[in-house]
């Protein structure tokens, strides 16, 4: 099992930035990501990266504004967060799956509000 620990949400204005964090507990999975869910919205992808290569991947309303990385040996991924929206305001999930395309591990999410 593999335990995730995200931090770095909070309130901030529009036009601001926040850098999300996530730490896993075991370095056993194909790759990270965050997703978010809006209230009254169903949760969505945001960005992703394999753990080995580092490819990237991120939804088209977040590309140019958000970039996800990852240090290795810290089993830490980050979500940069620039130019912040109303509509980024989510509860933000990290998530961890051994195979592409599943997701096997949640984190407890962290809340990002950004007031217009």
């Known amino acids: 099992q593999v335990q995730l620990v995200e931090s770095g949400g909070g309130l901030v204005q529009a036009g601001d930035s926040l850098r999300l964090s996530c730490a896993a507990s075991?370095?056993?999975?194909?790759?990270m990501g965050w997703f978010r869910q809006a209230p009254g919205k169903e949760r969505e992808f945001v960005a992703g990266?394999?753990?080995?290569?580092?490819?990237?991947d991120s939804v088209d309303s977040v590309k140019g504004r958000f970039t996800i990385s990852r240090h290795y040996a810290k089993n830490t991924a980050y979500l940069q967060m620039n130019s912040l929206k109303p509509e980024d305001t989510a509860v933000y999930y990290c998530?961890?799956?051994?195979?592409?395309?599943?997701?096997?591990?949640w984190g407890q999410g962290t809340q990002v509000t950004v007031s217009s």
């Open positions: 075991a370095r056993t999975f194909y790759a």
């Open positions: 998530a961890v799956g051994r195979l592409p395309g599943r997701v096997d591990y």
């Open positions: 990266i394999t753990w080995s290569e580092g490819n990237t």
